[in-house]
């Protein structure tokens, strides 16, 4: 079962922004190679740690929200987990993912029988 999950990464921002853009694509690629559809990519700039994580003091940070199930979800964890450009990173499953056409008409009409 496919769910919906937001995954939030702190990159490394010690580099240029230019270097930083060619990470989050290079991420979202393997998201996809994982079995991920990526419908949506946050960039959230820049931001500074409230204690220091390893001698640096802030971080870039990149939410994708993603849909897949939890064995890809559980592969793209232990792959990021070996990335060095990853510093931090967070999983929120956010439920089932929502039926397309009209398969979320025939779901909306049994709800309401219900």
Same mark, same amino acid.
């Given at each position: 079962?496919?769910?919906? $999950? &937001?995954?939030? %990464?702190?990159?490394?921002?010690?580099? @240029?922004?230019?270097?930083?853009?060619? !990470? !989050? &694509?290079? %991420? =979202?690629?393997?998201?996809?190679?994982?079995?991920?559809?990526? =419908?949506?990519?946050?960039? *959230?700039?820049?931001?500074?740690?409230? $204690?220091?994580?390893?001698?640096?003091?802030?971080? $870039?940070?990149?939410?994708?929200?993603?849909?897949?199930?939890?064995?890809? !979800?559980?592969? !793209?964890?232990?792959?990021?987990?070996?990335? =060095?450009?990853?510093?931090?990173?967070?999983? *929120?499953?956010?439920?089932?993912?929502?039926?397309?056409?009209?398969?979320?008409?025939?779901?909306?009409?049994?709800? @309401?029988?219900?």
């Amino acid at each position: 079962m496919k769910n919906r $999950y &937001e995954i939030l %990464l702190a990159l490394n921002a010690a580099g @240029k922004e230019e270097t930083n853009k060619d !990470i !989050i &694509e290079r %991420l =979202e690629k393997s998201l996809a190679s994982e079995g991920a559809q990526v =419908e949506q990519v946050q960039r *959230l700039e820049r931001r500074e740690f409230s $204690y220091p994580h390893n001698k640096l003091k802030s971080a $870039y940070f990149v939410n994708y929200i993603v849909t897949a199930d939890s064995a890809a !979800i559980a592969k !793209i964890r232990t792959k990021l987990t070996l990335d =060095e450009e990853v510093i931090l990173q967070n999983y *929120l499953r956010k439920g089932a993912a929502k039926p397309a056409g009209k398969a979320r008409k025939a779901a909306k009409k049994t709800a @309401k029988a219900a």
